[in-house]
């Protein structure tokens, strides 16, 4: 089968090759991919390396259909033909007190698949039972490979936060993440001040036809001045950051109410310089959110199938698998892309 490859250390050492389609344990649900999404993880291996140290299939934001469910797969509510995402947890050790509250991203014998296991960058992808997650029937498979970062807000917004209805809450970062993080802030109920710069107009935009209430430019306006103006100068309540710019998150803290919250989305290539007197004096939360957890997809998939999220518009670009240098490269100029690997997405694998 095509997969791409991260085949040796280092920077670049990427390749289209053909090589032997995985043979499913009698655990596992067999896929074959229709779609996956490319993504910072996937930007990193090609151009640094950082984290690779073997020869592994790239590719972890995943759709396709099922061609085969294992015997010992506990899946009976699964056949041959269902569009599904999956999750990103290869193996777990399943006994650690994380495992046992499905906190598995916290699992410290956990293996990742693009990253420490081989991905779905490829024509077919074994994964545990456990893992997959079937899409509801108005979501398409190229929708369906963003499942994976709508759970990544979801986990921040819904798992990692209080209740936010009611609440003024600013995004900073309107890259597919922040677009999703501030779509479902929206469907909590929360009044949502999504920013940006000058060069995101396209996505700044895209956020006004998904229905995020305050879009701001912060080259063109004050973004205190905005969230002075819709809390009476207390502040908002929370902040997501999702740029992974430590400029950005400085600033973002300054625009907290007493008390606030800031949620951590971002990796972050240089160490944050944090006022902590600022986190002092004003009694600030300062949390973390990594990844997600198997109830982080559920809640995903249900606020798709109510559509209380569009992934669509997320989209910004669709390139099949063998461009997939054009897929990294478009990725690297801030579009979300999704790679085609089906050459038919409502038919499965040859």
Known sequence: MRALVKHSPGPGNVALLDVPA???RDDQVLVDVAA?????????AVESGQ???GRRVLGHEIAGVVRWVGPAA???DLRPGDRVCVETDASLCLRCAYCRTEQYNRCPHRTGIGTTTDGGLADQLAVPGRAVHRLPDDVTLLEGALVEPLAVA????VERSPALAGEVVVV?????VGLLVA???VACGATVVLVGRSRHAVRLATARALGVQHVVDADAEDVGEVVGRLTDGYGAHSLFECSGSTAVLADGLTHLRKGGRAVLVAFYHEHPSTDLDLVVNRELEVVGSRGKRPSSFRTAIRLLGSCHVRLGPVIGAVVPLDRWEEAVERMTRGEKVVVQVAADLDAPAA
């Open 172 to 176: 900073t970062g309107p890259g597919a």
């Open 183 to 185: 779509q479902v802030a």
């Open 22 to 24: 995985p043979v499913p």
């Open 51 to 53: 984290g690779f140290d």
């Open 36 to 44: 996956c999404a490319i993504c910072g993880t996937d930007r990193s």
């Open 154 to 157: 979801v986990h921040a917004v």
């Open 74 to 76: 506990e899946r009976p």
